[in-house]
C-alpha cells in the first residue's frame, strides 16, 4: 500500500516540478550531458539485496505473526472450552459418586433387612447346619468316575456326575 | 447539501495553485499536504456557508467584519494561558492519581473482597470418614450427606402460604404444619433436618429465595445393632465415641479441606487453581476381622437364651486363633449406633473389655496346662477326689458334693470333665506357689490383653506376697476364682491352648485397604510374633481333654456330630461389692476350641446372672456356642473329622473314655449342672 503511495507521490511531485519549476529539469539534463563524468541513474528494477532481505522478513514475519496470532486464538479458546467441559465432567463425577455411595447403602440396608426377615418366625429360610452339608472328597488321580466320599451321603450332585448328562457347555 | 458540496469540488479544482497550504507541499511531504488542503478547504467552505447565511439573516457587513476578523486572528503566545492549560493538564492527572489511590490503596481490599466474591466459590468436595468394613465386605458403617432445611421468611420474594404450598410435597408434611412453622420466626427457622440428596436436589430446583440447605455428614451404621459393640458410634460432630469407631479415628478421618475455585461468568467453575490430588479421594476403607455373618447367628441365639433365661446380659467372642483375629464379638443388651441417643448411656460400653468377673471353671484347663508345662504332674496321673476338702480352715467341696459324694480316684481328664473343684486344688499342690503365681503372671493375668478396642481394662491378681503366704488362695484359683479377668481376656488365655501354646492378641482391626483389596497399612501386632507359653505337646494334650468334657462331661450341649470339638463350662458365683459372694447371683460361661485335630476357633460364651434353678454354662453357654460352631462349619465349609455316626475322640494318655458315651446321643440339655464352686471368703 504504502509502497504504492509513495510510487504516485514521487510522480505527482515529479510533474508538479515540471510544472512550477522548469529551470529544474533544464539543469538536471545539463548535468546528464555533462562531460565532466557519466553517472549512472540507479536503476528502479534493481532493487538492493539488504532490501530485498527485509522484504523477505517482513513477508516471513506477516506470515508468523498470523500464524501466532491464530494458535493464541486457539489455546485461548481450547482453555475456556476445556474448563467448561472440566466444570460438567466434575459434576458428572459427583453424580456417579452419589449413586455410588446411594447404591451402597441401599444394598446393605436391604440385606440387614433380608437376614431380619430370616429371623422371623414363619420365614421359609432356615440357616445353613453341618447336617445339611455335603462334602465329597477329592477323586483320585487315577479313577475317572467321580467317587465321593464313602463317607458322605448319597446325594444328587454325585447321581448327576455320574450320569451321560453333559456338565456344561 | 447537494447544491453546497459542489463549490467544495470545484473550488478545489478551481484554484489548486492558490491554496495557502502549497507551502506545507514543497516541504516534500506530500500526504499531509492533501490532508491540509482538504482542511482549508473545508474552513474555506464553512466562513463562506457561514457568510451566506449571515446574509440572509443581518446585513452582510457586520459579518464579513466579523468573518475577516476570524481569519486575520493570530494567537499571541501567552505565557499565563500555557500555564493554565499546564496546571489544568497536571490538576487533572493528580486527581486521577488520587482516585488510582483511592482504588488501589484505600478501598483495594473491599473490592478485592468483592470481586473474589464474585469470581470465586468455595468448594467443598463431600470427603466422607472412611468406611468400616467387616471380613468379606459388608458395610458396617458409612458416611453420607444429609441436608439441613433452613426458612429465612424476611428474605422470601412470595408469600408465606406459596412458599409452604411448594415445600410440602418435598418434606412430606402438611402445608399449614409448614406455614405454622414459617409464622414462628422471621429467620433461622429449622424446618427439616437429615433431608437426602435426592429431597435437597429438588428442593434447590424450586429456586426459593429465602431457603438455606446447608450440608452435613451423617453415620450411616446399615446393620444397625449387629455390630454396634465393635464399631461404636459417632456423635453429631463426626467424633468417634465408642468401638474402633473412637480407637481408631485417626485412621477414618479424612481431612476436609475447602477449595477455593474461580468462576466464570456463568458460573461454570475454572479447575486452574485447583491443587493436586482433588480429585483423587483415596478409596481406603478400614477392615475389620468381624463376620457379620457369624456375628448375625451369634447375636440371634444370644438374644433368645438372654431372653429365655432373664439374664442380665450376654457377650459371645469368636477369636481365630491362628491370628488373635476376632470373628465375634457380640454383647446383648445392645444399641442401634444410628440412633445412639436414644440408647442408655451403659450400653455404650463394651463389657467383654470393661467389666470384670472370676471366670471359675472355665480357667481349669488353663491350670492343667501350667501343671502339665512345669512337669508338676502326668497327664495319666490319678488323684484322689473326696468330694470336699479343707484348706486354712475353708471348705472347698465340689459342686455336686451333696449327690455325687466322694468320687475317689480320678484322672486328669476325669476331674476336668465333672469340673471337680478338689481334683484342681491337688492338682495345683503340685507346685510350689510361687512357682505357680509366676505362672498365673506369664500367662497375662492382671495385665491387659493390649486388644486394639478402646476402654479395656486389666484384670485383678493378688499381689505376691497375699497370694504366696496362704494356701487358700492358690487353692481357689485352682478352680478360678480369687482373681478376676475380662470376657475377652478369657478367650485369650483360651488362645493359647488353641494356638500351640501362643499368647496371641485378640484383635477386630484388619487393617486400611483400597478397593482392590491391597493392604495399605497393617497394625503392627499383626507382624510381631506371639510368645510362646506352653508347648504345643502340651496345649494338645489340654485339648484332648477338653474334648472329652463335650464328649462325656458337662460339655455335651455343645457336641456337632463329625467334629472333635473341645469345651470347658463355668458357672461362677459373682463377688459382691462388700467382700465375699452374692448369694444367687452367677456368671454362666462355656469356652470351645475347636477343630480338635487342626484348633482354630476359641468361641466363648458368658452370660451375666442367668436366672432360674437349671441355669448352667451347660445349659445356658454351651448351646449358644454349639450354634456358633455350625455357622462356622458352613461358612468356613469346615469338613467334618470323621464321618458322623462313629464314636469320636482319640485315645489320650491316662484317659478312659466314659463308657457308652456317643456322639450320636440325643442332644438334651445336660443333666447334670457344670461347676458350682463354693462361697471362696476373700480376706
Sequence with gaps: MSAVLKSSRRKRSASNHSQVYPSALDARRTATFSPIGVKRLPSQDIVPTWVRSLLMVQRASVVATFALAGSVLAVYGWTVYSQQVWGKEYQHLETLRRNERQLTTNKEMLKDQIAKQGNRPGTVLTPQSPDKMIFLTPASSQGSVATASPQAPPSGVEADSKGTAPLGY | MVKRGRPIKNSRLAHPKQHPSGSIRSNGSGYSGTLSDLLSDLRETSSRVALELLDSCHGTSRAARLMERLRTAHAKPSLRRLFIVWAVLLGAMVLLLLNLVRLQVVQAPDLLKQARSQQTIFLRPFIPRRPILDRVGNVLAINHPVYTLYAHPIAFK?????????????????????????????????????????????????????????????????????????????????????????????????????VRLSRTGLGSMMPDRIPGGFLHIDNLHLQLTIDSRVQRTAQTVLQQQVKKYGAKRGV?????????????????????????????????????????????????????????????????????????????????????????????????????????????????????????????????????????????????????????????????????????????????????????GKLITPHVVQGLYDDAGQPYWQPIQNQNPPKQIFSPQTAQTVLQMMESVVQNGSGKAARVPGYRVAGKTGTAQKASAGGGYQENAKITSFVSIFPVENPRYVVAAVIDEPKGEDAFGSTVAAPIVKSVIDALITLDKIPPSQPTGQPTGQPIPGVTPTPGASPTESLAPAASPSAEVSPSPTQ
Design chain 2, 316 to 500: 459371645v467372642l469368636v477369636m481365630d486363633a491362628t491370628d488373635g483375629s476376632l470373628r465375634t464379638l457380640v454383647s446383648e443388651p445392645s444399641y442401634d449406633p444410628n440412633e445412639y441417643y436414644k440408647a442408655n448411656v451403659e450400653r455404650f460400653k463394651n463389657w467383654a473389655m470393661t467389666d470384670l468377673y472370676e471366670p471359675g471353671s472355665t480357667f481349669k484347663p488353663l491350670n492343667v496346662a501350667i501343671a502339665l508345662e512345669t512337669k508338676s504332674i502326668k497327664p495319666d496321673q490319678v488323684f484322689n477326689d473326696e468330694g470336699s476338702i479343707y484348706v486354712d480352715q475353708w471348705p472347698i467341696q465340689n459342686f455336686d458334693y451333696s449327690t455325687a459324694g466322694a468320687r475317689g480316684m480320678t484322672t486328669v481328664t476325669q476331674i476336668l470333665e465333672r469340673s471337680s473343684n478338689v481334683g484342681m486344688v491337688h492338682i495345683i499342690q503340685q507346685m510350689q506357689p510361687n512357682e505357680y503365681y509366676n505362672w498365673l503372671q506369664k500367662i497375662g493375668l492382671g495385665q491387659t490383653t493390649g486388644t486394639d478396642l478402646p476402654f479395656e481394662i486389666a484384670g485383678q491378681l493378688k499381689d505376691r506376697k497375699t497370694f504366696t503366704e496362704s494356701s487358700i488362695d492358690p487353692a481357689t484359683s485352682a478352680f478360678g476364682q480369687g482373681f478376676s479377668l475380662t470376657p475377652i481376656q478369657l478367650v485369650q488365655l483360651h488362645g493359647i491352648l488353641a494356638s500351640g
Design chain 2, 158 to 258: 412470595e408469600p408465606k402460604t406459596v412458599v409452604a404450598e411448594k415445600l410440602a410435597p418435598i418434606l412430606g408434611k402438611s402445608p399449614g404444619e409448614i406455614l405454622r412453622k414459617l409464622d414462628t420466626a422471621d429467620s433461622g427457622i429449622r424446618l427439616e433436618v437429615a433431608l437426602s440428596e435426592n429431597a435437597a436436589d429438588r428442593l434447590q430446583d424450586l429456586q426459593i429465595d429465602g431457603i438455606d440447605l446447608p450440608q452435613q455428614q451423617q453415620r450411616l451404621y446399615p446393620q444397625q445393632n449387629l455390630t454396634a459393640d465393635v464399631v461404636g458410634y459417632v456423635d453429631v460432630d463426626q467424633q468417634g465415641q465408642a468401638g474402633v469407631e473412637y480407637s481408631h479415628k485417626n485412621l477414618l478421618e479424612r481431612s476436609i479441606k475447602s
